[in-house]
């Protein structure tokens, strides 16, 4: 490889279609090795600049280490608060569901999702639970998250090294007392933040459309660039219906479709410019 080319640890889990124009570097580097892979190349081609390591990339394929980081964050300043919503881990035996639920005292509904993301479709197929009973028809391993209502909006924050962009998205509707006590059963919900469209323009009640507020935003992205040790992700964030100012983190993304981010042309050529201009800096003068 040339000197001066850089190549971006993409996620190779994730569709081509969803991914940036680097895809083209890695493409070569498939299957379940590809952690490996980047490993040898790198060890190879030390000029080579590997903007995020395949270990840190990796801990976002389980949505359980993924959300460790946020929790353990406890950002509660000024600006507001954001947790995640509380879940539980079921890694075997869905029959004791119900008693595990129960026990943990997590409030309904629930959200299932599947616990390792491996690319497939099937580790994205979501299921809402109004009771907990119907939950041992599901097939672990599981995360179980309490339903956050959050009017229907969702916060996709993209993160490009230091920049921070956010746009709104559709996202799935409240669900009522009255509805809760109607309904019993699980209930596959489709891939509603993928395909939907971007609310931004859409005619939404002010308190629901706000945008996080920018410090709290800067905060998280920092804390979470530090700990996740990655620098091109995103995080998906909801605000709880009838609040201000309490947010919860429920995804977060490596390598998101940055197609879908505002002005992601000019930040990204500012962000690699950076990263040569930097990798200049720190060579020895001659
Ligand atoms: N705890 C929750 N409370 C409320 N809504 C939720 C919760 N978890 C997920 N959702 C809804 O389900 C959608 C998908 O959830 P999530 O992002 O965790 O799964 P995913 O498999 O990564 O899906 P996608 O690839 O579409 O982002 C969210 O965008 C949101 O609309
Ligand atoms: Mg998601």
Known sequence: MNKGIFFVAIDLNRPLSEQGPFDVVL??????????????????????????????????????????????????????KVGVPRQLVIKKDPSSIPYEVNKAGLKLPLVAKPLVLDGSAKSHELFLAYDQFSLAELEPPLVLQEFVNHGGILFKVYIVGEIIKVVRRFSLPNVSKRELEKVAGVFRF?????????????????????????????????????????????????????????????DINYFPGYGKMPDYEHIFTDFLLSLVQSKHKKRPAV
């Not at 971007?198 to 507020?213: F, G, K, R, T």
């Not at 620098?231 to 201000?244: A, K, Q, S, V, W």
Request: aromatic letters at 6%; glycine letters at 4%; hydrophobic letters at 35%.
């Open 190 to 250: 489709p891939r509603v933040s993928s395909s939907a469209a971007s609310a931004d323009d859409a005619d939404l009640e002010p308190s629901v459309a706000e945008h996080p507020p920018q410090p709290l935003l800067e905060n998280l992205a920092r804390e979470l660039r530090h700990r996740l040790g990655l620098r091109l992700f995103n995080i998906d964030m909801i605000r709880e219906h009838g609040t201000r100012d309490v947010f919860y983190v429920i």
């Open 27 to 80: 493409h070569k580097l498939s299957g379940k090795d590809w952690c490996a892979n980047i490993e040898n190349f790198r060890q190879k081609n030390p000029e080579v600049t590997v903007l995020d390591p395949p270990f840190a990339i990796e801990h976002l394929h389980n949505r359980q280490s993924m959300l460790q980081d946020v929790a353990d964050l406890n950002l509660s300043d000024c600006h507001g």
